[in-house]
């Protein structure tokens, strides 16, 4: 970390001191705490260093604690204007490290104020990147206990260069789990955030839909909405919804609190799946049969459930699963407002409102002759389609709390990486799976994560690295080539700083004179 600092700070310096020294056949290093060269003036004749360094040295010095930081260093004879060129150059090293602290502390403290302009829970407080605790934004967040945890935390923070969880202990004994989030200032790490674990922040927001839709819709997913804000618009209407979705999205759910909101909510609402029954017995369990219509029927017949549901809603999944023979009828109940028994002749009147649902493109079965044409324009006059979780992992968490409390559980805080594992798997069988998923860890007291399927082998891959990343890494590989390793000529052809310069280099892990070639 301070490596990277050192760089930042002095880096500016010696490259405006580079063509005044080169002309006296001068070396001016900067190096580390232990003597060795971090960055120098010679243009890639680091080497020659190793006989003379040291002659001449000033130690660069953290102004606000008088740490000895590095050095910088003149190969030249020991003079008295050697002494003050060293000196005034050490000096104005410290004064550039001063000034990019305070900025490093400005750069996170206006992030700290963002983040609660957001709201009290999102963020609890900030630490510098030193590790100490510039601000408390919430009581939540005592003081720490020790404070040589945080430094350590921060320097994982450092090295992994993303967000890492951390137990944090106070003075007073409590214990909060954080994420600290890094905040970097022209590259260099300049402190962090400390966040609550997503299940700890704030309560999950309800879904912003009218309240005619009701409850048990739980998500902020965009199209999510989009769906739900369509099914209120109509909800009050007698048009007919179809709803498509993957199995397991909440079809009939969305079914329900439509009727709920609809001047039908006394009336009944009764759902049949249409894929569940044979074929031979579908029609008479949608319309009903009369006494004789078939062998084994009651003789006194019996309504079928768009009887049963007169007045109210019928809810039909798997409705492209119907047989050809019950389209005809199902649509007859759609135009006319009646439908014929099997077996009968006379027609019966019926009010009932047509809810459909399919996970199937019903469109492409029209086409391809399995669907008829007329029933599919009858039943999607108001198409309503609901997005796969996978397509709404901003949602699986607040689902997960709201199965915990459905069951009347208390959620747990549960662990960064249970979160990221929860929101990385792709969920198949949707909101379905996870809502089981969660009752299944709450018989057994397990970690709901835990209890995840593992992934097929060909989805166990290490992430790559990004194709931004690969090709800066390989431009500055080709410069450092063609410039035979000197790295002012490598700035020049890439349009860099010498400071952003070295930054890549280490960022990368390229040696120079060394590594360019692999």
């Known amino acids: 970390m301070e490596r990277t600092a050192l760089l930042s700070a002095a880096a500016p310096l010696l490259q405006e001191l580079e063509s005044r020294l080169q002309a006296n056949g001068l070396i001016l290093a900067l190096c580390d705490r232990n003597g060795s060269p971090i960055l120098t003036t010679a243009g890639g004749r680091g080497h020659l260093l190793t006989a003379t360094l040291g002659a001449v040295s000033a130690p660069v010095r953290d102004l606000a604690t008088g740490e000895v930081l590095g050095s910088i260093c003149l190969d030249g004879e020991p003079t008295a204007e050697a002494d003050a060129l060293v000196a005034a150059a050490a000096s104005a090293a410290e004064s550039r490290l001063a000034l990019l602290e ?85 590259g260099l790490l300049a402190g962090a955030l400390i966040e609550p674990t997503p299940l700890q922040a704030a309560p999950p927001k309800p879904a912003k839909t009218t309240p005619e839709i009701g409850q048990g819709l739980i998500g902020q997913n965009p199209s999510w909405l989009a769906a739900l804000d369509r099914a209120a618009r109509v909800a009050r209407t007698d048009s007919t919804l179809l709803i498509s979705g993957e199995t397991g999205t909440g079809k009939e759910v969305l079914a329900q609190a439509v009727h709920r909101a609809s001047s039908r909510a006394s009336a009944p609402f009764l759902a049949i799946n249409c894929g569940a029954l044979p074929p031979t017995l579908i029609a008479s369990e949608l319309f009903g049969y009369v006494g004789g219509a078939y062998t084994g029927a009651n003789p006194r017949g019996a309504p079928g459930k768009v009887e049963a549901a007169n007045g109210g809603t019928l809810f039909l999944d798997e409705v492209s699963e119907l047989p050809p023979e019950a389209q005809v009828s199902l649509l007859r109940v759609l135009q006319e407002r009646e439908l014929v028994r099997v077996g009968g002749r006379n027609p019966i009147a019926v009010n009932v409102r047509i809810i459909a649902a399919t996970n199937r493109d019903l469109a492409a079965l029209v086409v391809d002759g399995h669907f008829r044409r007329d029933l599919f324009y009858r039943l999607n006059v108001v198409p309503v389609h609901l997005p796969p979780l996978r397509e709404r992992r901003e949602d699986i968490l607040p689902l997960v709390d709201f199965g915990y409390r459905r069951l009347g559980a208390s959620p747990p805080n549960l662990s960064l990486g249970t979160c990221e594992r929860l929101t990385a798997y792709s969920w198949p069988g949707n909101v379905r799976e996870l809502l089981n998923l969660v009752e299944q860890a709450v018989a057994l007291g397990e970690d709901p994560a835990d209890l995840l399927p593992l992934p097929a082998l060909s989805e166990r891959r290490p992430p790559a690295r990004s194709l931004g990343e690969a090709g800066e890494e390989e431009r500055i590989r080709e410069a450092l080539r063609a410039n035979q390793g000197v790295a002012a000529a490598a700035c020049r052809a890439l349009g860099m700083s010498r400071s952003t310069l070295y930054r890549k280099l280490e960022q990368y892990g390229i040696r120079l004179g060394r590594q360019i070639q692999s």
Request: net charge positive; aromatic share 4%; charged share 20%.
């Open 102 to 186: 305070a900025e490093c502390r400005q750069a996170v403290l206006e992030a700290c104020v963002e983040q609660l302009a957001a709201g009290p829970r999102v963020c609890l407080g900030a630490l510098d990147r030193h590790g100490q605790l510039l601000r408390a934004a919430s009581t939540s967040l005592p003081p720490p206990g020790d404070p040589a945890t945080p430094r350590q935390a921060m320097a994982q923070v450092q090295a992994a260069q993303t967000k890492r969880a951390f137990a944090w202990f106070g003075a007073d004994g409590r214990h909060v789990d954080v994420i600290l989030l890094p905040i970097f200032k022209d």
